[in-house]
């Protein structure tokens, strides 16, 4: 008998802080994450850039919209990256999709059910605790999303790493094409950026990734997410939000 | 025969009587009963929880007899019943509140902690083989910075007040709180307030060694028990403590 009683076994009535009660049946565990991680070339990437960046009328989120298999094929031109998993945040898919995507599923539910449960949504920082702590103790592998948000307290931006780091920052970017769009960015960014700057700053960073990373490309999804929730479009080039 | 049928509802804790009620849940709540009162006040600045923690030999160290527990720096639970009852329902309590720092490093909300602490309680009044919690518990805290107060019973059931009184004297006590309760009061005349409610069962007397005094405020959001000197100053000051006026 462990003398953790914060991390029980499943006779406890106690649920585990880190893990989740919603992650689905087929969730990948440890074993098969390691056997998957040795077909590489098999398995699908987002490749990437996607970017978030805070400003005085909440957050916005720019990704491409390229998937590829070993970064050396695009094996799809038109993927949505950025997900909404809150009614005010999103999430953008970075690293592999089947990871991505069955996190974003996981967090919706998570969201939902509190929600529900207290009357009250959770905070963007809670949130991102929430996913830290999946990235590192559940069944998600292989990814390293943002998060951005707007709650009570302000707009909010978040890199989470696949160790379940989790890191706040005013803007940040992720994905194979990250040098490129921060490159972009610094120097660019003003706190008192209205949102259609912002956007339009988003625009030139992924413009940039798409011009020299092999993993991005093909077009550009935005979501710009106020406290009234998360709009979210897609456009064949980046140059149509310039 | 009739004796014996009636024996046979109150066996088991899963069992309805004919007319609908659970005799463990209702004997449990006998329990609370017989335990010494609880009060808990709801001011604008915060929370305050007494407790009557009268001890059965003077030799017994009073400080050994706890009926106020701190579960989270800005959260604390006031019980009445059984005590061994009540130290495993604070123990959950305390488990809930820092797995809300793990799982979303935030407090815990005083509502969803009291839900907690009744689902709980609730399932010891539907498993075979289990007796139900001999125990009713007043959570204080602050959330959001607002105050607030809730009781559970033996049923599980949650319920928010402004003032209230678990525990032995519980109707003379609540007659009190009702005829005495403003919404406007400042925590010390909260404290006041419980004090004077606590003491209504004793003939507006109460030995200051027996009290037990704790509040959370809703500036610093922590929860703190006040030192034995300072109880009895408490008491004193608001002319109850035994035998005061023949001195």
Same mark, same amino acid.
């Given at each position: 008998?462990?003398?953790? !009683?914060?991390?029980?076994?499943?006779?406890?009535?106690?649920?585990?802080?880190?893990?989740?009660?919603?992650?689905?049946?087929?969730?990948?565990?440890?074993?098969?994450?390691? &056997?998957?991680?040795?077909?590489?070339?098999?398995?699908?990437?987002?490749?990437?850039?996607? *970017?978030?960046?805070?400003?005085?009328?909440?957050?916005?989120?720019?990704?491409?919209?390229?998937?590829?298999?070993?970064?050396?094929?695009?094996?799809?031109?038109?993927?949505?990256?950025?997900? &909404?998993?809150?009614?005010?945040?999103?999430?953008?898919?970075?690293?592999?999709?089947?990871?991505? &995507?069955?996190?974003?599923?996981?967090? !919706?539910?998570?969201?939902?059910?509190?929600?529900?449960?207290?009357?009250?949504?959770?905070?963007?920082?809670?949130?991102?605790?929430?996913?830290?702590?999946?990235?590192?103790?559940?069944?998600?592998?292989?990814?390293?999303?943002?998060?951005?948000?707007?709650?009570?307290?302000?707009?909010?931006?978040?890199?989470?790493?696949?160790?379940?780091?989790?890191?706040?920052?005013?803007?940040?970017?992720?994905?194979?094409?990250?040098?490129?769009?921060?490159?972009?960015?610094?120097?660019?960014?003003?706190?008192?950026?209205?949102?259609?700057?912002?956007?339009?700053?988003?625009?030139?960073?992924? &413009?940039?990734?798409?011009?020299?990373?092999?993993?991005?490309?093909?077009?550009?999804?935005?979501?710009?997410?106020?406290?009234?929730?998360?709009? *979210?479009?897609?456009?064949?080039?980046?140059?149509?939000?310039? | 025969?009739?004796?014996?049928?009636?024996?046979?509802?109150?066996?088991?804790?899963?069992?309805?009587?004919?007319?609908?009620?659970?005799?463990?849940?209702?004997?449990?709540?006998?329990?609370?009963?017989?335990?010494? /009162?609880?009060?808990?006040?709801?001011?604008?600045?915060?929370?305050?929880?007494?407790?009557?923690?009268?001890?059965?030999?003077?030799?017994?160290? /009073?400080?050994?007899?706890?009926?106020?527990?701190?579960?989270?720096?800005?959260?604390?639970?006031?019980?009445?019943?059984?005590?061994?009852?009540?130290?495993?329902?604070?123990?959950?309590?305390?488990?809930?509140?820092?797995?809300?720092?793990?799982?979303?490093?935030?407090?815990?909300?005083?509502?969803?902690?009291?839900?907690?602490?009744?689902?709980?309680?609730?399932?010891?009044?539907?498993?075979?083989?289990?007796?139900?919690?001999?125990? /009713?518990?007043?959570? /204080?805290?602050?959330?959001?910075?607002?105050?607030?107060?809730?009781?559970?019973?033996?049923?599980?059931?949650?319920?928010?007040?402004?003032?209230?009184?678990?525990?032995? =004297?519980?109707?003379?006590?609540?007659?009190?709180?009702?005829?005495?309760?403003?919404?406007?009061?400042?925590?010390?005349?909260?404290?006041?307030?419980?004090?004077?409610?606590?003491?209504?069962?004793?003939?507006?007397?109460?030995?200051?060694?027996?009290?037990?005094?704790?509040?959370?405020?809703?500036?610093?959001?922590?929860?703190?028990?006040?030192?034995?000197?300072?109880?009895?100053?408490?008491?004193?000051?608001?002319?109850?403590?035994? =035998?005061?006026?023949?001195?």
């Amino acid at each position: 008998m462990t003398d953790d !009683r914060l991390q029980p076994d499943g006779a406890s009535s106690d649920p585990d802080p880190f893990g989740s009660e919603l992650v689905p049946n087929d969730a990948l565990g440890g074993e098969r994450a390691e &056997q998957l991680a040795g077909d590489d070339e098999m398995v699908n990437k987002t490749g990437t850039t996607t *970017i978030g960046i805070t400003n005085e009328d909440g957050v916005v989120i720019a990704t491409d919209k390229r998937a590829s298999l070993g970064g050396r094929f695009v094996s799809n031109k038109d993927v949505q990256k950025v997900e &909404q998993i809150h009614p005010t945040a999103a999430l953008t898919l970075v690293g592999s999709v089947g990871g991505a &995507q069955s996190l974003i599923r996981t967090l !919706r539910a998570e969201t939902s059910l509190y929600g529900t449960r207290r009357g009250d949504n959770l905070s963007i920082s809670a949130l991102a605790t929430l996913a830290g702590n999946m990235m590192r103790g559940g069944p998600f592998f292989a990814v390293n999303p943002i998060l951005g948000g707007v709650d009570e307290e302000g707009s909010h931006v978040y890199s989470i790493d696949p160790a379940g780091g989790v890191m706040s920052d005013d803007y940040t970017v992720t994905g194979s094409g990250m040098q490129l769009a921060h490159g972009t960015l610094e120097g660019e960014y003003d706190p008192e950026m209205s949102m259609d700057e912002a956007v339009a700053l988003a625009a030139r960073g992924i &413009q940039s990734a798409t011009e020299r990373d092999t993993g991005s490309g093909n077009g550009i999804f935005v979501a710009r997410i106020t406290a009234d929730g998360v709009e *979210i479009e897609d456009y064949d080039d980046p140059a149509e939000l310039l | 025969m009739q004796g014996s049928q009636q024996q046979a509802y109150d066996r088991g804790i899963t069992i309805f009587s004919p007319d609908g009620r659970l005799y463990q849940v209702e004997y449990a709540r006998e329990a609370v009963k017989r335990g010494t /009162a609880s009060v808990g006040v709801r001011t604008e600045d915060g929370v305050v929880l007494v407790a009557d923690r009268q001890t059965r030999s003077p030799l017994v160290e /009073a400080s050994s007899v706890e009926k106020l527990h701190s579960v989270d720096e800005h959260l604390g639970i006031a019980s009445a019943g059984h005590v061994a009852d009540a130290r495993q329902l604070v123990d959950l309590a305390r488990r809930r509140a820092q797995m809300e720092w793990l799982r979303y490093d935030q407090p815990l909300g005083v509502e969803a902690l009291t839900k907690e602490i009744t689902d709980h309680i609730q399932q010891y009044t539907q498993t075979g083989g289990a007796r139900p919690f001999g125990v /009713a518990l007043l959570v /204080a805290g602050v959330e959001n910075g607002e105050p607030r107060l809730f009781e559970t019973d033996p049923s599980g059931t949650p319920y928010e007040w402004s003032a209230v009184a678990v525990g032995g =004297g519980r109707d003379e006590i609540q007659e009190y709180l009702e005829d005495n309760y403003d919404d406007s009061l400042s925590l010390g005349d909260g404290i006041g307030l419980a004090l004077e409610a606590l003491a209504v069962p004793n003939d507006g007397e109460l030995d200051t060694g027996g009290v037990e005094i704790s509040t959370v405020d809703v500036e610093s959001e922590t929860f703190s028990t006040k030192p034995p000197e300072e109880v009895a100053e408490l008491v004193t000051e608001h002319g109850l403590a035994e =035998g005061g006026e023949d001195e």
